[in-house]
């Protein structure tokens, strides 16, 4: 998986803003380079988790990973999507795209209520 993928580069230069730390300092404190460090928060490189943990760790953070179910609606979507030409996949993206500007315009002059959160 690519870093720019998954995001370490973000996660880690926030966890390191946050903690008020530069990057030499963070280094230090994982026992690390500051270059490894230049790198990961560049997403030129990407940490192993052991290293991700360990600098998160360095700046009070702690890593948190988890498997979720995959969500069959999303499938059937990606399966139904497949069926479409690309023209015909264009053209619901840019339905899409309306409604979703017509739907933010109501919001904002309050003819909607936001969805109650669970």
Known sequence: MHSKAFG??????EARASAGLTQ????ERAGTAQSAVARYE??????????LHRLL????????LRAAP?????QHQLLESLQLT???RAERN?????L???AAVARREGRVRPLAQP
């Not at 370490?8 to 230069?13: A, H, K, N, S, T």
Request: net charge positive.
């Open 86 to 88: 690309p023209g015909q």
């Open 57 to 64: 760790a360095a700046c009070g953070q702690r890593l948190e």
């Open 94 to 98: 840019r339905r899409v795209t309306r």
């Open 8 to 13: 370490v580069w973000r996660l880690l230069r």
């Open 24 to 27: 030499r300092q963070l280094a």
């Open 100 to 102: 979703a500007e017509r």
């Open 42 to 51: 560049t997403a030129r490189a990407l940490p192993d988790l052991d290293t």
């Open 70 to 74: 995959v969500d069959e609606a999303d």
